[in-house]
């Protein structure tokens, strides 16, 4: 048997056919590109995506990345197949000693070996080809290990290493002979009489043709009468599915000694071939080229899907993070308008405040323009102290009730617009069942906040009265009386309230008006509203801010890079750049 067409002895560019530092450094940021373009979100058709995307990320940093950096490492043959046909026994025949176990690895070892010759060993190390894997030199059945075997029956510039069965009934090994296959620069892959037409190992067979990866393939435990009709067979399904000249070899049935070796002669062909490659420069780089190149290539083209699923990802975050922004949004615009509106001078504030003022005949007091009418104002009004408290009390209550509904209103929207997207759905699963409610901590915020606005009025009132807290006016009321009539101003409006309740709600917003303007004047009210009710309102939108970051903070949660798509796009066309202009040296 021969060596892969295309042996040609190292180019300028070296076997790659490419200048290795530029390719080396766009294979990098490819990966880095991978890396930061994540699929986190559960949208439909994205686990087929994942796992290609894994599979990039896997194959540059198992494979490519090291290999490029370490071009002329031994020629790295993986002979992985079915469970039973004879992969172990194989390996050690053409070692010629036993260095890894027969059977052993269906299905409890799961462990890899790799067997090298002795002054091979350095090219092997935990910074180089598979970095995940620990690198040991015993017999071990750590699923994260690799078994380094010198042996001076392997020749230089050649390494074996005997992967788990690629059908095995434990997953953990079917991935790892897959990542192991991925790491390497020839497939000999092995199979059997009684297994070469199974469905698994072509499906492994046809990955290798997709991406030009160098396979020969070994017809195992053979029985001589069977021969002709099998390898025949099995030349032509390889020939029909991309393979047509990876060389076969066919290893007859026979009689394994004590060692566990198979006869020298059955497995001459396998071994002379294998020796050869190691012995020729030429070939041996050809073959890297072949895989190397394939594999470039292959990540390359598969790149695109992920670049576009990345991008889809991008897209679904921002609609829930709209979603939720509406919603919330929504709701402070609501929560405000209903403080101003009259909605408050309702229930008991509106009749904490009549206790306050004693609106019968002051009301009436009201409706008669005459010059005098804030003396009457002043002299009508009947609050003591703890009637202002009472009103203060009945607005803290009153405003966070509002705030609690508006709150409760904006999680149940944001929630039910989440439910609408397959992104969403997953997740409010993170979040837990009480997303769609107010927090547990609201209430208390609210109180707070509610309590801290009032104290803000208290010092514009304050603040306003400075030169005045002497007057008989200002004495009357107090600065808590003069606080709760300001509270009551901020509730001006009456849009949100008909009939005799917006006469009502209406008088009593003007009673407080008229009460401030008895001591402060009418600039000095308009102003004093304004700021009480711009502080209002931003304590209302920082609380319900503070319940949007619930819905916001998932999203942020992702980690999603708007650009990862193009950054990704990007990167591919700089590795393809590379390929494409050392295609004139590659002759």
């Known amino acids: ?13 070296g076997p790659t056919g490419v200048d290795d530092a530029q390719m080396l450094t766009a294979l990098v940021r490819l990966r880095g590109a991978l890396q930061a373009a994540t699929l986190p979100l559960d949208l439909p058709g994205v686990e087929e995506v994942r796992a290609s995307h894994q599979e990039m990320v896997d194959q540059l940093e198992d494979y490519v990345i090291p290999r490029v950096m370490t071009i002329d490492a031994p020629l790295l043959t ?56 620990r690198r040991v030199e015993h017999s071990t059945n750590d699923p994260d290990a690799l078994q380094l075997v010198p042996s001076d029956t392997v020749p230089q510039g050649l390494a074996i290493l005997d992967a788990p069965d690629v059908d095995s009934v434990e997953e953990r090994n079917r991935t790892l002979a897959a990542q192991l296959l991925a790491a390497a620069d020839l497939w000999l892959f092995v199979t059997s009489a009684a297994r070469y037409a199974d469905q698994v190992p072509w499906g492994f ?71 050869s490659l190691a012995s020729d420069a030429g070939a041996r780089a050809a073959v890297v080229k072949q895989t190397l190149d394939g594999a470039i290539r292959s990540i390359t083209h598969h790149v695109h899907p992920v670049a576009d699923a990345a991008a889809v990802q991008v897209g679904a975050a921002a609609t829930l993070r ?11 615009a609501d929560a405000v308008r209903a403080t101003a509106d009259g909605t408050l001078l309702r229930g008991e504030v509106l009749a904490r405040w009549q206790e306050f003022v004693g609106t019968g005949e002051l009301l009436k007091s009201l409706e008669n323009r005459v010059g005098w009418l804030r003396d009457r104002v002043v002299n009508a009004v009947k609050g003591k102290p703890q009637q202002a408290e009472r009103v203060t009390v009945a607005v803290e209550s009153g405003l966070e009730l509002l705030i609690l509904e508006h709150a409760e209103q904006a999680a149940e929207r944001a929630e039910a617009a989440w439910q609408q997207h397959a992104a969403g759905v997953g997740l409010l699963a993170q979040a837990g ?54 509270m009551v101003v901020v509730f001006t409006h009456t849009a949100g309230l008909t009939g005799a309740e917006a006469g009502i709600a209406g008088g009593s917003a003007a009673l407080g008006q008229k009460l401030l303007e008895a001591v402060f004047g009418d600039q000095a009210v308009r102003g004093l509203a304004e700021r009480a009710r711009g502080m209002l ?17 998932l999203v942020d949660a992702l980690g999603l890079a708007p650009d990862a798509a193009e950054q990704l796009r990007q990167a591919a066309r700089r590795v393809d750049d590379v390929r494409f202009a050392a295609a004139p040296r590659q002759g």
């Open 1 to 13: 048997m021969t060596a892969p067409h295309d042996a040609s002895p190292d180019g300028p560019g």
């Open 78 to 133: 993986v002979v992985g197949g079915s469970t039973g046909a004879g992969k172990s026994t194989l390996v050690n025949s053409l070692v010629g000693r036993r260095v890894t176990e027969p059977g052993v690895l269906r299905p409890t070892t799961r462990s890899p070996v790799l067997v090298h010759h002795p002054d091979d060993g350095h090219w092997f190390g935990q910074d180089r080809l598979l970095p995940d894997l």
């Open 205 to 275: 067979l046809k990955q290798a043709a997709d991406r030009s990866t160098a396979v020969a393939v070994v017809l195992d435990r053979t029985a001589p009468d069977a021969v002709q009709t099998v390898s025949t067979h099995l030349a032509r399904m390889l020939a029909s599915r991309g393979l047509k000249d990876s060389p076969l070899f066919v290893v007859n049935e026979g009689t394994v000694d004590e060692a566990g070796l198979l006869p020298a002669g059955h497995v001459a062909d396998v071994r002379g071939w294998l020796e």
């Open 322 to 332: 709209e979603e939720a922004d509406r919603a919330y949004e929504r709701a402070v």
């Open 433 to 486: 069942p009480d997303i769609g409610r107010a927090s547990r901590e609201l209430r208390r915020r609210a109180e707070r906040a509610v309590r801290d606005w009032q104290g803000d009025v208290l010092e514009l009132v304050k603040a306003e009265g400075a030169d005045k807290r002497s007057t008989a006016r200002f004495l009357a009321f107090g600065v808590n009386g003069l606080s709760v009539a300001l």
């Open 537 to 553: 309102e931003e304590r209302i939108t920082a609380l319900l801010d503070s319940e949007r970051e619930r819905f916001t903070s």
